[in-house]
């Protein structure tokens, strides 16, 4: 069974950084592409970054470029997400999500994936 499960989030202040993490288990870590996306209240999911398995290539939206940065782990079977220079837009829930197979390329759509973690808070304040 795919599990994932973030943490790392919490309250910080404007200018602040955070890193968050995703522990993957149920399959070949490494095997398939992780996608990193929030979803502020009232507002649809959206992706922020992308890790793609075999190159480690990366995708990052244009809200958070040069702010944020993917890493993994393989040892630790964890995928990271550092977010650095927050500022309020930053505000909204985080969850890590990959395919359900591994033949499946990561997209920017969040129906794109069949598993997600439960999600976890990251609040931006000035």
């Known amino acids: 069974q795919v599990h994932l499960a973030e943490s790392g989030g919490g309250s910080v202040q404007v200018g602040g950084s955070l890193r968050l993490s995703c522990v993957v288990s149920?399959?070949?870590?490494?095997?398939?592409?992780v996608a990193w996306f929030r979803q502020a209240p009232e507002r649809g999911r959206e992706a922020v970054a992308i890790m793609f398995m075999g190159n480690d290539g990366t995708w990052y939206a244009d809200a958070v470029k040069g702010r944020f940065t993917v890493t993994k782990n393989n040892l630790e079977r964890t995928m990271y997400l550092q977010m650095d220079s927050l500022n309020a837009a930053d505000t909204a829930t985080y969850y890590c999500?990959?395919?359900?197979?591994?033949?499946?390329?990561?997209?920017?759509?969040?129906?794109?994936?069949?598993?997600w973690g439960q999600g976890t808070q990251v609040t931006v304040s000035s």
């Open positions: 149920g399959y070949t870590f490494g095997s398939r592409c």
């Open positions: 999500s990959t395919t359900s197979h591994p033949s499946l390329g990561c997209t920017i759509a969040a129906d794109s994936y069949a598993y």
